[in-house]
């Protein structure tokens, strides 16, 4: 039988990520740029950077900035991103529960309303 980290323990991988994107409604798995991908009705939120470490959640320009500063730890983000609404994860740095928090916000700004409803 497989042992869960436990929530509050350090470090996910991409497995982690999308066990718990798929308790969100309808998320898919997918790819992106030719990397594991998460979508929901169409729409990316999540997906694996090409270097297999990092994860490309999709993120408002508020909280990213606040999160850039106050957590560098966790994010970051290239040229290439800065002029999109995504932040870079560091999927090494981050326990479950952050991972879920995240993913919850992530999937919420690209979800459908029709879908979205379905969070309560």
Excluded: C
Aim: net charge positive.
């Amino acid at each position: 039988m497989a042992t869960r980290r436990p929530s509050s323990a350090k470090s996910a991988s991409f497995a982690d990520v999308v066990r718990l994107a798929l308790e969100l409604p309808g998320v898919k798995e997918s790819t992106s740029y030719g990397t594991p991908a998460l979508k929901v009705g169409g729409k990316l939120f999540a997906r694996l950077k090409e270097d297999g470490e990092t994860l490309v959640l999709r993120m408002d320009a508020v909280n990213r900035g606040f999160l850039l500063e106050a957590q560098s730890n966790l994010f970051y983000i290239t040229d290439h991103y800065r002029d999109y609404p995504w932040i870079l994860l560091r999927l090494a740095e981050v326990s479950q529960d952050r991972l879920r928090e995240l993913l919850e916000d992530a999937w919420r700004l690209a979800a459908p309303p029709r879908i979205r409803k379905n969070m309560g």
